[in-house]
């Protein structure tokens, strides 16, 4: 089993940066698949991005292309969420979570804050 944590949340401006950590219990992270998701209040999840258990792929949500980065130690016991250019409604709680290979999320974190203001 994953066990994830986030940390990194906050209050930033608009066109502001953020980087946001989410940690794995152990380096088995390596296995699986590890994605952001955020949660605005009043609205769905909604996927950000995804990498890959390779760490060569990734595929990012258009509205945060160019902008919102995803990477790894060499480990893979931390991912981090560069964000860049963050805008009002880039808003929202930010989870991390685990999926095996191409398959849906099983394992998340407990979400960390993200607040853009303008």
């Known amino acids: 089993q994953v066990q994830l944590g986030e940390s990194g949340g906050g209050l930033v401006q608009a066109g502001g940066s953020q980087r946001l950590s989410c940690t794995a219990s152990?380096?088995?992270?390596?296995?699986?698949?590890i994605g952001w998701i955020r949660q605005a209040p009043g609205k769905e999840r909604e996927f950000v991005v995804r990498?890959?258990?390779?760490?060569?792929?990734?595929v990012t949500l258009d509205s945060v292309e160019g902008r919102f980065t995803i990477s790894s130690n060499n480990a893979k016991t931390t991912v981090y969420l560069e964000m860049n250019g963050l805008e009002p409604e880039d808003t929202a709680v930010y989870y991390c979570?685990?999926?095996?290979?191409?398959?849906?999320?099983?394992?998340w974190g407990q979400g960390t804050q993200v607040t853009v203001s303008s």
């Open positions: 979570a685990a999926a095996p290979l191409g398959k849906q999320y099983l394992y």
């Open positions: 990498m890959f258990r390779s760490g060569n792929s990734t």
């Open positions: 152990t380096s088995c992270f390596r296995l699986y698949d």
